[in-house]
């Protein structure tokens, strides 16, 4: 069966400091990762995805991938309490996402 | 550039009543689109996927149908609802093509089945 796991937190980071986010998933022929921001009572938004081992950087976003270990992360620097939210990573399984549970963040002024 | 809309944005039923959401896409022609349901502080579960008119794929067995009468028109049907179909609905739309195919959500239905 084909998983995504994610740490459901929430994971309390001050503002301004970095919140480091991270999914594993289960089947290693896996090539596209996703992530996404879920504001409470909204639907999920984009923020990036990444395909190649290494990092990829958007902005105060990096997502890092390492396919040989199976776990993608998502690194926020500058948190700002405006990016307290539920992120969702999901796995291109080929036909379809599996997404994760989702990690709570919260950011404190 | 592409919207996606589904309406209505509530929704409270009772129980075994039907049920039908609808979900269209603008500004693309042939795409994926997807049917999740996300209950009270859970995960995404895929409940359908289509690739195009009259394909649809069932994810999870349930008292739930799906329907594409058209390329950008998705609904989501049930005969009779039951008090676990409560959750928040979201419809999804993706190119189908490339080597990442990057999914959109639309704004979601809230149902509540009372």
């Known amino acids: 069966q084909k998983e995504v796991e994610q740490n459901s937190g929430p994971l309390s980071v001050p503002e301004g400091a970095i919140a480091s986010l991270n999914c594993t998933y289960s089947?290693?022929?896996?090539?596209?990762f996703f992530w996404y921001r879920q504001y409470s009572g909204k639907s999920p938004e984009l923020i990036m995805f990444?395909?190649?081992?290494g990092d990829k950087e958007d902005g105060r976003f990096t997502a890092q991938l390492n396919k040989a270990s199976q776990y993608v992360s998502l690194l926020i620097r500058d948190s700002q309490p405006s990016d307290s939210a539920t992120y969702l990573c999901?796995?291109?399984?080929?036909?379809?996402?599996?997404f994760g549970p989702g990690t709570r963040l919260s950011v404190l002024p | 550039s592409q919207t996606i809309h589904q309406w209505p944005a509530t929704l409270v039923q009772p129980v075994g009543s039907p049920l039908s959401l609808e979900c269209t896409v603008e500004?693309?022609?042939?795409?994926?689109l997807y049917w999740y349901r996300q209950a009270a502080g859970r995960g995404l579960q895929l409940l359908f996927y289509?690739?195009?008119?009259?394909?649809i794929s069932s994810e999870v067995p349930q008292n739930l149908s799906a329907s594409r009468p058209q390329d950008r028109q998705f609904i989501l049907s049930s005969k009779k609802l039951l008090l676990s179909d409560s959750g928040f609905y979201l419809c999804?739309?993706?190119?189908?093509?490339?080597?990442?195919?990057?999914?959109?959500f639309g704004p979601g239905t809230r149902l509540t089945v009372l």
């Open positions: 089947d290693r022929g896996s090539q596209s």
């Open positions: 500004g693309t022609s042939n795409p994926n």
């Open positions: 999804a739309w993706s190119e189908g093509r490339g080597n990442t195919d990057t999914q959109y």
């Open positions: 289509s690739v195009g008119i009259g394909q």
């Open positions: 990444i395909y190649s081992n």
């Open positions: 999901a796995v291109d399984y080929g036909q379809n996402f599996v």
